[in-house]
């Protein structure tokens, strides 16, 4: 069965802190996402990255950057944490099948409150 | 400026009726739609996806239609069932040489008993 972890479900930080949400995926997966959800806005694309060490920005990176070392993992960093940040942070694997949708699979989700 | 639409916030359907939820899309490179069902406190899951190519794609009680010429595409359930009530977003996909995704708003679909 395939499963996409974050290393947690509630993280509270405090303004100016550095930030790490890591993401890991055990189905030897290409591409990796990182999402914010906020209500109304749907999921927004903050990085995202098809082959290790390589990535790119998606609509929201400003604030954010990311590390992929390894396949499985794909960290995102908040630099310095603000209180905008705040919000509902899902990461995402996909095979990268040019063929096929190449649909995502899909972490439980971190909920970050920055006070 | 958003590439992908979801107009309605929220649409309520009787258990056993037809739920039809709508998406607009601005882009013409996106080669594939796909539509995810998100519960609360759970990360989206993959529903049902429909290439660029094709105006039509059905799964069990699930229908996508892709209308290419007006940029729209819909997601029909039927019959629709309580278990279905969550919230649905709409995705593009566009290949970029990694896949770029980019999601809707979402609706969220109350299904009644």
């Known amino acids: 069965d395939v499963k996409v972890t974050q290393s947690s479900r509630y993280l509270v930080k405090r303004t100016g802190e550095k930030v790490f949400l890591e993401c890991v995926q055990d189905m030897d997966h290409e591409n990796m996402f990182w999402y914010r959800q906020d209500p109304g806005l749907g999921l927004r694309l903050i990085y995202f990255s098809y082959d290790v060490k390589m990535k790119e920005k998606g609509d929201i990176p400003e604030g954010y950057s990311v590390s992929r070392e390894k396949k499985e993992r794909f960290s995102l960093i908040l630099e310095s944490a603000s209180t905008n940040q705040t919000s509902m942070y899902l990461c995402?694997?996909?095979?990268?099948?040019?063929?096929?949708?190449?649909?995502?699979?899909f972490g439980p989700g971190t909920r970050l409150t920055v006070l | 400026d958003q590439q992908v639409k979801q107009n309605s916030p929220s649409l309520s359907v009787q258990e056993g009726r037809i739920s039809i939820l709508n998406c607009d899309y601005t882009n013409s490179m996106f080669d594939y739609f796909l539509w995810y069902k998100k519960y609360p406190a759970e990360g989206p899951t993959f529903l049902i996806s429909i290439s660029s190519i094709k105006d039509k794609n059905e799964d069990g009680r699930f229908t996508v239609f892709l209308n290419k010429s007006a940029k729209h595409l819909s997601l029909h359930i039927v019959p629709s069932q309580p278990g279905d009530s969550a919230v649905y977003f709409c995705a593009a996909r566009q290949n970029t040489g990694g896949f770029k995704t980019i999601f809707g708003a979402g609706t969220r679909l109350f299904v009644k008993a």
């Open positions: 995402a694997s996909s095979l990268g099948d040019s063929l096929g949708g190449d649909e995502q699979f």
